[in-house]
């Protein structure tokens, strides 16, 4: 089994619709959460973190459920510019650890918001 | 703002040639790290430093090396091209600061071994 599972689309979704998707974790030591966003041919940027309350950032809502060992990615009224590769992040080391970036990343969801 | 630099964009190497791929950072970040992307594989850790003078490896460590004699650098030393090692290699950077700080990525090296 994958440190990190996601379920790689494609995603083909109208403008304005609501979109979710998870990601499962393996590791359940894993300490922080991340989504990342990858356009086409572009470097990861971050997207948000993810909180044990869950978090909310405009029209995006991430959520961790450590009971089942997964996070997940709401995106509401969907915008064409929301077209991009989603990664889902682990990091399963305390931060004051050295070599705290060991981040494991998903292979990324593909997402297209069709006008 | 120039961030996380890396040089080059684009590389074509022969089998069994060495190169350098450069990164450099400006916000005096601690960590820097390189990853290499593969379809289907998501990013894979090749190696890491946790400050000038220190490094270790990564999930894929094998025919890269690596140092950090600044804080700025850190440059991905390729000793001899493997078709295997055709990928796109981000470098990326993060502050020692709060657990969830971001990694920088610089724009990547698609980087082609024939």
């Known amino acids: 089994r994958k440190e990190v599972e996601q379920d790689p689309g494609p995603f083909n979704v109208p403008e304005g619709a609501t979109v979710a998707f998870n990601c499962t974790y393996s590791n359940s030591a894993s300490q922080s959460f991340f989504w990342y966003r990858q356009d086409c041919r572009k470097e990861p940027k971050l997207l948000m973190s993810?909180?044990?309350s869950g978090n909310e950032d405009g029209r995006f809502t991430a959520q961790l459920n450590r009971a089942s060992q997964y996070i997940s990615l709401l995106i509401r009224d969907s915008k064409l510019s929301d077209s991009a590769t989603y990664l889902c992040v682990v990091n399963k080391t305390p931060f004051w650890v050295r070599g705290n970036e060991k981040l494991t990343f998903g292979t990324g969801t593909r997402l297209t918001i069709i006008p | 703002n120039a961030g996380v630099t890396q040089t080059p964009k684009f590389q074509v190497l022969k089998t069994g040639q060495s190169m350098t791929l450069q990164c450099a950072q400006d916000?005096?970040?601690?960590?820097m790290s390189w990853y290499r992307q593969d379809p289907g594989m998501g990013l894979r850790l090749i190696h890491y430093s946790v400050g000038a003078g220190i490094t270790d490896q990564g999930e894929v460590p094998n025919g890269y090396n690596v140092s950090r004699s600044t804080t700025e650098d850190f440059p991905l030393r390729l000793l001899s091209a493997a078709p295997s090692q055709t990928s796109v290699y981000f470098c990326?950077?993060?502050?020692?600061?709060?657990?969830?700080?971001?990694?920088?990525f610089g724009n990547g090296t698609r980087l082609t071994v024939t």
């Open positions: 990326a950077s993060r502050g020692a600061g709060t657990p969830n700080s971001p990694l920088h």
């Open positions: 993810v909180y044990s």
């Open positions: 916000m005096n970040h601690e960590y």
